[in-house]
């Protein structure tokens, strides 16, 4: 009787601690809002970025890959430097997620802060206060105008427009597409994802067969990803040929 209560106690003890270990290390910065610190993918909690291939406009109504800045500005920002994740929780697609410090820096509060995302309030109010200065600052997205990340996912006409400008005509053309257009929206974001004629997604490495011959459009479901781990997290499989 001892033995199993000391079993069901292991139980729950174990992945408490688990759920409570910190992640130290230099990271891979995937988007604004995941990285990978050593074999680890976490997922910085509180917070929503945008998509690598995620549109935005800035003050004169021009597109820009807001997805890409918010990716690039995180990596300028901590590169080099020492990262420390406190861990909350898995994700449903295995990723912890958790609270960061760079520098000492609470990384999410730098990121809202800057413009880069959103505070998460689905999850968090911790970061409302850095939304609501950064809005006023006109800082990062908050420039122009922009879709909230969460809402961008699943995107129609109906979806608001965010930003400190009022949105120009034509602005939803713009904001409900992405930047999987014919040009990848940086030098190593190369891996094409398409959808096949049974629906799935399939992507696929400069290296692959039939590479060239995806010819990527946004209207025919096309995707650019920036690593493997993405385009697999997305629902994408490797092409078998």
Request: aromatic fraction near 6%; proline fraction near 4%.
């Amino acid at each position: 009787m001892l033995r199993k209560l000391l079993i069901a106690l292991s139980l729950l003890v174990v992945p408490s601690l688990a759920r409570a270990a910190d992640v130290t290390g230099t990271a891979k910065v995937r988007d604004g809002d995941s990285i990978l610190v050593g074999s680890t993918r976490i997922r910085l909690g509180g917070i929503d970025a945008p998509s690598v291939d995620q549109l935005c406009l800035n003050t004169k109504g021009e597109r820009w890959t807001c997805g890409v800045a918010a990716r690039d500005e995180l990596a300028k920002f901590s590169d080099g430097k020492t990262w420390v994740c406190h861990a909350r929780s898995i994700d449903r697609r295995g990723r912890t997620v958790a609270r960061c410090e760079v520098g000492g820096e609470d990384i999410q509060k730098w990121l809202v802060r800057s413009g880069w995302a959103l505070a998460y309030a689905r999850m968090s109010h911790d970061y409302d206060a850095d939304e609501k200065a950064a809005r006023e600052a006109k800082a990062g997205m908050w420039q122009g105008a922009f879709i909230a990340p969460w809402d961008w996912r699943v995107r129609n006409k109906k979806t608001a427009i965010l930003g400190a400008t009022k949105p120009p005509e034509g602005a939803h053309a713009v904001l409900l597409a992405s930047a999987s257009g014919p040009v990848a929206p940086s030098p190593d974001c190369t891996i094409k994802g398409n959808v096949n004629s049974a629906g799935e997604c399939i992507y696929h490495q400069p290296t692959s067969r039939w590479y060239a011959q995806i010819k990527m459009k946004i209207s025919k479901g096309t995707r650019w990803f920036c690593s493997v781990e993405e385009a697999e997290a997305a629902g994408c499989r490797e092409t078998r040929r």
